[in-house]
């Protein structure tokens, strides 16, 4: 996929459900994987032309573990002149050495946030971007009616009371596999995840069951992303009507 799909897909998403304003200032938050990189070159290349000015700054959450080498992405950040911090933690130390987690996704992911959000608003963010995809979107639904029993998934859109930041998603459009295509087309410097729980989770069960679904019913991830954008879920108002 090339970089005009990619902006053509954000600056729908961001249209659509009014992500930007003028004089945002957006923390982009950078795992390293290829959703978050593939967000960076997307807000990077959409702050060009924008209508609105908006700045964004790249945050990292360093969660210590020792074999993690970030190098790759602050020479990124520096050819594109993004603003770049690394928030260095313990937080790998206390999940997995000092409490010896068996489930560790959902508290390291909460401590994890929190670290982000502090660091968000030291520099001056009102925003954050999160590169959540229409995969993400679609498995967090799934998720949500196997495990809680209820229509759920997250918002394109989500104003957070606590910390008073606003969290939007504007790569909601995009396919996994078009986050592939353009990681793979333009060499992005994919940083892999050293966590030892990737790939053993409830979510990896979920995007494996959606793969299965969507090859014996062609077409069934796209119809159940439309029952989420029709299904008058708080925050999807802006885009119900849009077309796909």
């Known amino acids: ?125 009102n925003k954050v971007a999160y590169a959540h995809h229409k995969d993400d979107v679609v498995e967090t639904m799934l998720m949500s009616l196997i495990y809680e029993g209820r229509f759920h998934t997250f918002s394109p859109v989500t104003y957070l009371d606590r910390t008073e930041l606003t969290v939007i998603r504007p790569l909601m459009y995009m396919n996994e596999a078009d986050v592939i295509g353009f990681v793979r087309k333009y060499n992005v410097p994919v940083v892999k995840s050293p966590c030892p729980a990737d790939g053993y989770t409830r979510r990896e069960y979920v995007k494996q069951l959606l793969r299965q679904l969507n090859q014996e019913n062609p077409g069934v991830k796209e119809r159940m992303f439309t029952a989420i954008q029709n299904g008058k879920m708080k925050g999807w108002e802006y885009g119900c009507n849009k077309p796909e």
């Open 1 to 125: 996929m090339k970089l005009q799909q990619v902006l053509s897909y954000t600056r729908r998403a961001v249209d659509d459900y009014q992500m930007i304003a003028q004089g945002d200032r957006i923390a982009v938050g950078i795992s390293g994987g290829k959703d978050s990189l593939t967000l960076l070159y997307a807000l990077h290349g959409l702050k060009r032309f924008y209508p609105k000015h908006f700045e964004i700054h790249a945050v990292t959450v360093d969660l210590g573990f020792q074999n993690l080498d970030l190098s790759r992405i602050d020479e990124l950040c520096r050819e594109l002149d993004v603003e770049y911090t690394i928030v260095k933690t313990d937080i790998a130390q206390i999940i997995f050495e000092d409490r010896k987690e068996e489930n560790p996704c959902s508290l390291c992911a909460k401590m994890r946030k929190g670290a982000l959000n502090q660091a968000i608003k030291e520099n001056g963010c």
